[in-house]
Every structure is written in structure tokens, then in C-alpha cells.
């Protein structure tokens, strides 16, 4: 961990109101892993994120945008975002999306084989066409015009938009986690 944890005791005036928006954002969005220390520091990409409030609280309104306006079923969310989380072996994004996955019923096999950067065979259509997106965009180049027009058929246009901007995202948050050598902290 190359930032130190803050302390809401050690907080500046710049960070506070971050960190309230942040812990109140992390109770009802992101409450299938640990995300706060035993003495209330933020974990994960919230720690980094408060170390550069400006910045930081911009990447966390994207982060409330996703939320607030998500289409896809969540499935296919976690399938694009393990993709990404994979493709970067970014290990506290992993541990977090594996324990969301778990909560929406993904099975193991089907998990394992996601986070060695495989395409599993029991896929739907619609996290198939996810998969194929996300590892589409995570390797370079302009989306496929098959792949995109899949996504607009499946997902209409708003969606195949958040699946995209979903992948980006998270290409930002996977970067953060590894630049700053984020921990994972022990399963419970």
C-alpha cells in the first residue's frame, strides 16, 4: 500500500465532506465486501480517492452516475467488470466484484474462470455479448461493429452506452487499485 489509510479523525476540510458522501454512497451500494477499516478509513479506490479529493470526488460522482442510472442486469454488470478486473489482475477489484458475483448467484466454476481471463461456456446472451465487449475494448483498438450493434440489439442504445462508459470506468478504478498497490483485506 503505497497511501496511507485516513483516519476520519485525521481527515483535512477538503476530505470530509468526500468521505461523508463516499461512506454513505458505500453502505447502500457496495456492502457485499470490506470497504471501511475497524477504524473507519476507507479501503479500496475510496482511500486513494480521498488522498486527491478534487479528483477523486470526480471519479466518485462517475461512480454514483453508474450506479444511479445502471440498465444492465447485474450479471452482465459483473461479468464486463470482472472482465476488466482480470485484465488488469487488479486483486481488490476482484475480490470485490467476485463477492458481489457470489451475491447474484455466480458459481464458482463460472467465477474462476472469469479472473483467469477466460470466456465462460455457460454465459447468457446478453453476458456473452457483455464478455465480448469489455474483453473487445480492454485489448485496444475500435469496438467491432458486430459487437456494438449486438450490444445496441440487446441492451438499446442507452445501455450498449453504459456498457461501454461501465468498462472504462473500471479500467480507471483497476489502474488506481494497482498504481497504489491497493491491499486486499481477509475474507470473511
Known sequence: MRLPLIAPADLTDAQKPLYADMKKGIASDFNAFKTIS???AMMGP???WLHEPRIGGAIWELTKAMTAEASLPETVRQVVILVVGAHFDASYELYAHIAVAEKVG????RLSTLCAGLRPADL?????CGYDAAFALINGGILARPTYDRAVA???QHG???LIYLV???CM???TLNGFNVPVPERE
Open 38 to 40: 475497524p477504524d473507519g
Open 46 to 48: 475510496w482511500n486513494p
Open 106 to 109: 455466480m458459481s464458482e466454476k
Open 124 to 128: 447468457t446472451d446478453e453476458e456473452g
Open 154 to 156: 440487446l441492451f438499446g
Open 160 to 162: 450498449a452506452n453504459e
Open 168 to 170: 472504462g470506468l473500471y
Open 173 to 175: 478504478v483497476s489502474t
